[in-house]
């Protein structure tokens, strides 16, 4: 049970409510009324007709159905702050309203997340959801053969002639034009390919099965053949690992979570009534 | 109006809530990185691309100009994630960095941030008050705080209280701590690098004598030290005392980048001491010892080569305009003499010209590109030019920005270069390799595009070399670029090969820029163009070669690789070369024409650029020189 208390009085959440409770008990006492009426937020058709014509102006075309739910959220939740704000005197820069900012700031994540480490069951957690995002990419080695491509039609038709003597047997080391690239890349994954390939021949690459010769595959310099010799599947990484990038994900994160369960807390009081034009 | 925007600062608020509660003393997030996990490789065998001037929310002006973002965050952006930007644009680098160095302004670090998180009750200072109350204002009116803040640190009438010393030391102890940890989680060796470092920015009578400055170590180092305050100082010597003695007290190792010579007001490369006598041996072992690698071009105009100091280059005016009107202020314009002191080429003939005298040459430096960003996001490309700050992050009117308002010779918006990047040949990507080469300047700067570029001096080169695995040769019977090449038989041959940028445009060609003092005593320069795309089209008339074309099609902001090669290479050997002299030689790699970020932003924005707005240009990469001696 204590250690239950400890914990809850770890949690920025509890922080929060406790810090509500305290202004709620303050305005209680200064015997201030909360008015239903200042609870309610009502968004016309002009207002919703401005968002959107402020926003053409900056972007040159009128925004999409999701964009304007997305102003319009975003609208409501300067109002809500907003008459939090004023509710709260923030324009006298009392005490109170430094405290409450101060409450709602570390609430937001800050000193206690800096300081906060994830335990292991929550990195574990993280990394099964995605292991794909933390594990080392697949390791791919292949030969290529470079064909300058300025006259792209034309280098196709060699490509094709080329590739057709493979196919009986010409020694492959003997074909294509010069060019500085590594020609038999060893085990490199698909970021090494696409620093010295390019995105897009990393991409088509990645599609390839291991044996013949295939392609043309374009790349920035001009075309290739390409014979992929062994892929080497990503392996699920272990905790060890990947650790740090797991609790900087965590701590990136969490800040996002955290903002977002603040303001819903505070949005929870407030009925919001749209009208759409 | 003043309470919503209170509000819309909440992330700049939130880190202010950070650096205000964060305990010290506590136990540092430390990565465990033994320094042996990632092997080095016998010899550089690419270049890793990176930013070494990146600022976040804790620099003043950055903060001012409405950058929230932290150290955390740019380092995310940095190495591939996507972040919110401070005007709330989605942000993601579609190829992300090897490396990133943090440099914050060390003076003032974070003051911006402290003000306008303190309550106008609580400030005594009537200016103080204004400036806090000009930082919740709109955008305009905090970034006006930014300049007034500058004005008087030169005027010397910044109010005592903003710069009181206990509250600066806790301030700016409290911030590194907090950016320290971040380099720390960050730094992933092997894979991605984060190092330590600050920027000190001396402002000498409006004349920048920037450094950025980079640590080798880790945390356990780079913690026994804050960043060094330009405030006080009459030049980079009391920063050179700071980091020897940093050097000797900790074991550790720092380097100094100077940058925007080109807004020195020719004081950056000066040929006199800080006593205005004659430069001595001892000063310029000095210079040399610490500094390297200079940065030639940036967001804030390019400093290697200026049509007024070379004659005959045609290309010599790149990211020239506007930046050469006056020092950065433009308190004062700049007049034709003050040019010799501002751009890289002319300093490593400075160079030459100090050593013939005293044995000594403090110029004799590498050359790296970088951004400046003041958007903590490190956007170095022209189609993902973010803004040198906040406030010019992607907008309709950024193009026309008046940069010094209320001066006649004002820079515009368009005159902004989209940034440039640092290529290091370091055998490893670990703060360890990659600061090693900068030492050892085998490096070179970029305007933005990823090429590849070697450059390598022997006496005996000859083009059979490509035959082989001509790299493991060169490394063996000659130096890479930044190296110094002994005095030797004959003529010294050069091995240069560049290769396009695999996502960019497609290579014009390559020149050798060569530099040495006659024998009169006169310094002299020479570019000779030694490969070239469409060799049997394009000949040399009257030493002049044919144009490359342009592709560039403005109503889409694109353009083809019809022309140009994805790579040019050749040895070349200097037909020109006496017995005996002594001079250096770089590579200039120029691309095709291709749009400047300025016709991206007319297409995205749908609007016509003003007039006198460059919007085509050939993006290039400087190498380090090689100095025959």
């Known amino acids: 049970m204590r250690d239950y208390l400890r914990a809850a009085l770890k949690e920025p959440l509890v922080h929060f409510l406790l810090a509500g409770l305290a202004l709620f008990l303050f305005f209680a006492w200064r015997g201030d009324s909360v008015d239903p009426e200042s609870r309610t937020i009502t968004i016309t058709e002009a207002q919703v007709e401005r968002l959107a014509a402020s926003w053409a102006q900056t972007w040159q075309r009128p925004p999409t159905q999701a964009e304007i739910d997305g102003l319009i959220r975003d609208h409501v939740k300067e109002e809500v702050y907003y008459r939090e704000g004023m509710r709260l005197g923030l324009d006298q820069d009392d005490t109170i309203i430094r405290r409450r900012i101060r409450s709602k700031m570390e609430f937001l994540a800050s000193s206690e997340l800096e300081n906060e480490e994830p335990g292991d069951a929550t990195l574990q957690a993280m990394l099964d959801k995605n292991p794909q995002v933390y594990a080392a990419d697949a390791r791919t080695s292949f030969d290529q053969i470079y064909l300058a491509a300025q006259d792209e039609a034309a280098a196709r038709t060699r490509a094709t002639q080329m590739l057709a003597a493979l196919g009986t047997g010409a020694d492959w080391q003997k074909l294509g034009d010069a060019i500085s690239l590594p020609r038999s890349p060893e085990n490199v994954d698909r970021a090494r390919i696409a620093a010295d390939f390019g995105d897009d021949f990393a991409a088509a690459l990645a599609g390839l099965k291991p044996g013949a010769w295939t392609g043309p595959v374009s790349s920035g310099f001009g075309l290739h053949l390409i014979r992929i010799r062994s892929v080497q599947a990503s392996t699920k990484p272990k905790l060890a690992d990947v650790r740090q990038r797991l609790e900087n994900d965590w701590r990136a994160q969490t800040v996002k979570a955290r903002e977002a369960k603040a303001y819903q807390a505070l949005l929870d009081s407030y009925t919001i009534k749209i009208a759409k034009p | ?629």
Do not use: C
């Open chain 2, 1 to 629: 109006m003043k309470k919503s925007l209170l509000f819309s600062g909440s992330a700049g608020l939130a880190l202010a809530a950070l650096a205000l509660t964060m305990p010290r003393g506590d136990a540092p997030a430390q990565a465990a990185e033994p320094v042996d996990a990632v092997a080095a490789s016998a010899y550089p065998e690419r270049p890793l691309f990176g930013d070494t001037h990146l600022h976040t929310t804790n620099s003043f002006d950055a903060f001012g100009a409405g950058n929230r973002l932290s150290p955390n965050e740019a380092l995310r952006f940095a190495r591939g994630e996507e972040v919110m930007s401070s005007s709330g644009i989605p942000a993601k680098l579609s190829r992300p960095l090897d490396f990133l160095v943090i440099a914050d302004h060390s003076d003032a670090i974070g003051v911006t941030t402290d003000l306008y998180n303190t309550a106008e009750a609580d400030l005594a200072d009537p200016v103080l008050k204004r400036w806090r109350n000009m930082l919740h204002g709109d955008r305009k009116e905090a970034y006006a705080v930014t300049r007034e803040i500058i004005a008087s640190f030169q005027s010397g009438k910044i109010p005592q209280d903003l710069i009181r010393p206990d509250r600066i030391a806790a301030m700016t102890r409290r911030i590194w701590d907090a950016q320290i940890d971040s380099v720390e989680r960050y730094n992933e060796p092997g894979k991605f690098t984060a190092l330590h470092g600050f920027e000190f920015s001396l402002q000498i009578k409006g004349n920048s004598i920037h450094r950025n400055v980079i640590f080798r170590d880790g945390a356990d180092k780079a913690r026994t030290v804050l960043p060094f305050p330009s405030q006080g100082t009459k030049g980079p010597e009391p920063l050179w005392s700071f980091m020897e003695a940093y050097e000797k007290a900790s074991g550790g190792r720092m380097l100094a980048i100077p940058h925007n010579a080109n807004l020195s007001n020719g004081i950056a490369f000066a040929l006199t001491g800080p006593d205005g006598g004659p430069l001595t041996a001892e000063q310029a072992r000095r210079r040399a010892a610490r500094e390297p690698v200079v940065e030639v071009t940036q967001f804030k105009g390019d400093s290697e080569s200026h049509p007024y100091l070379s004659r005959n280059d045609e290309f010599a005016d790149y990211g020239d305009a506007g930046w050469e009107n006056g020092n950065a202020p433009l308190s004062q314009l700049k007049k034709p003499d003050m040019f010799g002191g501002e751009y890289a080429r002319e300093a490593l003939k400075r160079g030459l010209l100090i050593e013939a005298r005293t044995g000594v040459n403090p110029f004799a430096f590498g050359m790296i590109g970088s951004t400046d960003t003041h958007t903590g996001l490190a956007t170095a490309d022209e189609d993902n030019f973010f803004g040198k700050f906040s406030n010019d992050e992607p907008n309709p009117d950024r193009i026309n920005t008046i940069i010094n308002p209320g001066i006649a010779e004002s820079r515009i918006g368009h005159q902004y270069l989209a940034g440039g990047l640092a290529a290091v040949w370091a055998t490893a990507n670990t703060r360890e390799a990659i600061f090693d080469a900068m030492m050892r300047r085998e490096v070179y700067a970029t305007t933005g595009p990823r090429m590849a570029v070697r450059m390598f001096g022997g006496w005996n080169f000859a083009a059979s070399i490509f035959a082989g695995d001509w790299v493991k040769t060169a490394y063996a019977k000659g130096v890479p670029m930044g190296g110094n090449l002994a005095l030797g038989k004959g003529a010294p041959s050069f091995i240069v090969q560049a290769q396009k940028d695999p996502m960019g445009a497609n290579l014009d060609r390559v020149q050798i820029v060569k530099g040495w003092v006659d024998a009169k005593g006169a310094p002299q320069e020479k570019i000779y163009d030694v490969v070239w795309s469409a060799p049997k089209q394009r000949r040399l008339v009257k030493g002049k070669l044919t144009p490359v074309g342009d592709t560039v099609n403005l109503a889409t902001a694109s353009y083809t690789n019809s022309i140009g090669a994805p790579e040019l290479r050749t040895v070349w050997r200097d037909p020109d070369y006496k017995t005996g002299q002594k001079a250096f030689y770089y590579a200039r790699v120029l691309e095709i024409p291709t749009p400047r970020w300025t016709a991206y932003d007319a297409v995205r924005f749908k609007m016509k650029p003003p007039a006198g707005a460059k919007l085509k240009d050939q993006e290039r990469a400087y190498t380090s020189p090689i100095w025959v001696r």
